[in-house]
């Protein structure tokens, strides 16, 4: 089973540059979400979605888009990488709160 | 609002030793709680969750935690600790109410000495 699929699993950019870390899960789960993970900080979430067509903003939004939609993918866009986006993020998915998150490998990214 | 305290982000034990990771936790509800391990450039993957039946939840790879309502804790022990054990674990607590948001600690490092 391929679970949570994360791509690419790392990546440099440069400092105004823009890119799309993709998920995808075959798992049929309404809920996804997008995690930056700091030394320190533990997991922050960044946005999620509820289901195809609905996204709302976490803890830490800014700099950050997201669309979801089919129910398999949920990308995260950076607009204009920025130094502090630095960072290893995660994407992550459950059939609804409660039960089971699942995450994906992790996506190492390196502004300069 | 919720949040998670995990006491402790270093934890050195003898292998063989007893494992306790402290995790306190604040919600406006009662919570589900969980426990997650990563091991050094993976995902996260879960140990063990309460839900709101048995207060004593038995995990995979011998750890256990036990929710105990009146002191706010959820901490997860290992009878004996194993060098496969070494990782980050992380405490998390959520909603059961039907937000997806879940709020992680900041992660406790596990060392096991030889």
């Known amino acids: 089973n391929a679970g949570v699929t994360q791509t690419p699993k790392f990546q440099v950019l440069k400092t105004g540059q823009s890119m799309t870390l993709q998920c995808a899960q075959d798992?049929?789960?309404?809920?996804m979400s997008w995690y930056r993970q700091d030394p320190g900080m533990g997991l922050r979430l960044i946005h999620y979605?509820?289901?195809?067509?609905?996204?709302d903003q976490g803890e830490v939004p800014n700099g950050y888009n997201v669309s979801r939609s089919t129910t398999e993918d949920f990308p995260l866009r950076l607009l204009s990488a920025a130094p502090s986006q630095t960072s290893v993020y995660f994407c992550?998915?459950?059939?609804?709160?409660?039960?089971?998150?699942?995450f994906g490998e992790g996506s190492w990214l390196t502004v300069v | 609002a919720q949040s998670v305290t995990q006491l402790g982000s270093h934890v050195s034990v003898s292998e063989g030793a007893l494992v306790l990771l402290r995790c306190n936790y604040s919600?406006?509800?009662?919570?589900?709680l969980f426990w997650y391990v990563q091991y050094p450039n993976q995902g996260l993957q879960l140990l063990l969750k309460?839900?709101?039946?048995?207060?004593l939840v038995k995990g995979i790879n011998g750890f256990e935690a036990e929710f105990k309502k009146s002191e706010t804790s959820f901490h997860l022990t290992k009878p004996s600790a194993h060098m496969s054990d070494a990782a980050e674990y992380f405490c998390?607590?959520?909603?059961?109410?039907?937000?997806?948001?879940?709020?992680f600690g900041t992660g406790t490092k596990l060392q096991v000495i030889p």
């Open positions: 992550a998915s459950s059939r609804k709160t409660g039960n089971t998150i699942y």
């Open positions: 798992m049929n789960h309404e809920y």
């Open positions: 979605s509820v289901g195809a067509g609905i996204t």
């Open positions: 919600s406006s509800v009662p919570p589900y």
């Open positions: 309460y839900t709101s039946a048995a207060t």
């Open positions: 998390a607590v959520s909603d059961p109410r039907g937000y997806q948001k879940v709020t």
